[in-house]
């Protein structure tokens, strides 16, 4: 399903107000630098407060409230299902968990803009890229937000990357280079 910048700032306002401090991690990052209006796919979430594991009562309580739905992510975070007028929008909640691990460095640099009265913090493109980079998913579609994005600051990039542990840095340049990056 598509959503609109608005139906992307209500949802997001409901988890706000119900006390949850969140980084957007996933492609709702690049889809916000493209200006593209229209928004595809879930919206991925690192949750800051409370933790979706230790504290997942918060998480099915604000499920209920708005009448939506409630299921778990592949490794067990909660995965909501925000009905709007318009359909449904997945929001999957994550922490650093098994396979996901995104340094404090980052988080604490996740920029805050205003969507439609909504104050959020997310990543930068290209914090974005390095992420998907290290974790080896979805790169054919990193290479091609590249190219859509035109712009990326390689400083960002280099300086990303050197927040994860140094027998990780070359992988993750490497698999930048497979995409195309020149670093």
Do not use: C
Request: cysteine-free; overall charge negative; hydrophobic content about 40%.
């Amino acid at each position: 399903m598509t959503y609109t910048l608005n139906e992307l700032a209500e949802v997001l306002g409901k988890l706000v107000n119900g006390g949850i401090r969140f980084v957007v991690i996933g492609d709702t990052v690049v889809q916000l630098a493209l200006k593209t209006g229209e928004f595809d796919g879930d919206i991925d979430i690192f949750a800051l407060e409370p933790s979706p594991l230790a504290e997942e009562e918060k998480y099915i309580r604000i499920a209920e409230k708005h009448g939506w739905g409630y299921g778990s992510t592949e490794i067990g975070t909660p995965r909501l299902i925000a009905r709007t007028s318009r359909g449904e929008i997945v929001i999957e909640v994550y922490e650093n968990f098994m396979d996901i691990e995104i340094p404090y460095e980052i988080l604490e640099n996740a920029r805050s803009i205003n969507i439609k009265g909504v104050k959020i913090k997310l990543l930068r493109p290209e914090e974005y890229i390095v992420l998907k980079a290290r974790q080896g998913v979805d790169l054919e579609k990193v290479s091609r937000y590249i190219k859509e994005l035109k712009k990326i600051d390689l400083k960002t990039i280099l300086k990303t990357i050197k927040y994860y542990p140094d027998d990780e840095q070359e992988l993750i340049k490497n698999r930048l280079r497979s995409i195309g990056l020149k670093i």
